[in-house]
């Protein structure tokens, strides 16, 4: 879903001529070797291990529950997960259930741009309330040439009005600590997502990887400050 709003982006902005000034994530990077990040991007397990985990984190004695696989079709498929007990419950459709903390490594691919920082920049772009709204009116503006011009079907031009409202919850933060070579904090949440998860997405050589974490509390910056020091450690262990 988040690939097809990120292209649709692209076509709103191409098919409109239309640019955002001081969009993209500004620093100044080179690309690293990642070399290492490469050979390891189907063993994620090896990457993200349980005592690297027990290292950030007090499970207060709760014992982690893994899941996740490695060597799957597509690199994108493969994750590592660890969740442990809270102790608290939240209610969801109207059961009682038990919340757990989270912490995953999901989505990794390798970038086959010719300068994958500069990709990264234009696929996350950290947009001002304004340049959004422009953006939205030029998608759906070139949208709707596409559909009369016979390029797209109605089918998919139905299809892409709920992309245009995901879009409008896209929510980019840039993080200030080096992580990778390039990095942002994905905010973006349904309507069902706790205000307390979040995703680091690390761009480290030309491999992209996607650090999801949710530690609970009234915003996300505990659960943001966690998946920092994940990536950091991935990074660091694989050097």
Known sequence: ????????????????????ENAAISHVVTVSNGKCLEERINFPSKLLTEQMVLN???TEGKELEVNGSDNNKRTEWNSRDYAWDTGRKGSFQGMELP??????LYSMEVIKAEDPIENFKSTYKILTDEEREKL?????EGLKAKLDAGEITEEQYDMSQGFTGVFAKL?????????GDIAIWDATRTK???????????????????INVDVGGENDEASKALAIKVAQSIIASCD
């Open 1 to 20: 879903m988040i690939k097809a709003v990120q292209l649709a982006i692209l076509l709103a902005v191409s098919t409109c001529g239309g640019r955002t």
């Open 56 to 58: 950030l984190v007090d």
């Open 192 to 210: 069902i997502s706790p205000v307390s998860m979040g995703a680091l997405v690390v761009q480290y050589g030309k491999v992209r990887f996607r």
């Open 136 to 140: 939205m009116i030029q998608l759906r």
């Open 99 to 104: 919340l757990m903390n989270s912490i995953s």
């Open 171 to 179: 929510n980019y933060q840039n993080i200030d600590e080096k992580v």
